[in-house]
Each structure stands twice: as C-alpha cells, then as structure tokens.
C-alpha cells in the first residue's frame, strides 16, 4: 500500500516507509499498483505553523515570569498573564 505526500510526484511506500519519487523505478511500481483500481492513504495533514509559533510565545512567557517572581513585580506578571490566557484561548481554537 501507498501513502501520497504534500510533494507532488512523491509517494510513500507504507511497508517500509521508502520515499519514492517519480521517475524511479518504484514510482512505476505505484503506478501499476494505482492501475489496479488501488487507491493511496491520503497525505499527512499539514500542521498549522501558529502552533508552533504559539507554543515559542508561551514558553518566553514562562521565562519572562520568573524575574519579576523573585522582585514581586506583580503589574509585569499580571501583563505576562494576560498574554499567556489569550494565546492559549486561541490555541485551543485551532
């Protein structure tokens, strides 16, 4: 069985996990495979990068928080709060 990729012209073959790109022996192989009325697994979704970048944004946040902390500047932590409330709302909306 074959799996498609966000590459066009690149399949994955499932069994061993081979990369197999057209115009490579294999790909002719998928080919027949297709021509048999065999259909491939769709692509892996691709991740949404403000996932990612959110996940950056909180971890400075965490540690942004751990001077004022120690100093007690509680308008700074409550502002480093905020943010961090807000951006994990939105995250849990993606």
């Known amino acids: ?3 498609l990729t ?3 012209d690149t399949i994955i073959r499932i069994e061993d996990g081979a ?3 057209k115009g490579h022996r294999w790909y ?3 080919e027949e495979w297709l021509s048999q009325g065999n259909t491939p697994a769709p692509a892996d979704p691709v991740p ?3 996932i990612a970048e959110i996940k950056n944004l909180l971890a ?4 942004k928080r751990i001077r004022p902390l120690a100093e007690g500047d509680t308008a ?7 943010q961090a409330v807000a ?7 993606l």
């Open 1 to 3: 069985m074959y799996k």
């Open 60 to 63: 400075q946040i965490d540690t």
């Open 6 to 8: 966000t590459t066009p």
């Open 87 to 93: 951006l994990r709302a939105e995250l849990q909306g």
């Open 28 to 30: 002719a192989e998928y």
């Open 76 to 82: 700074f932590l409550e502002q480093l709060t905020a």
């Open 19 to 21: 990369c197999i790109p």
């Open 48 to 50: 949404n990068p403000r």
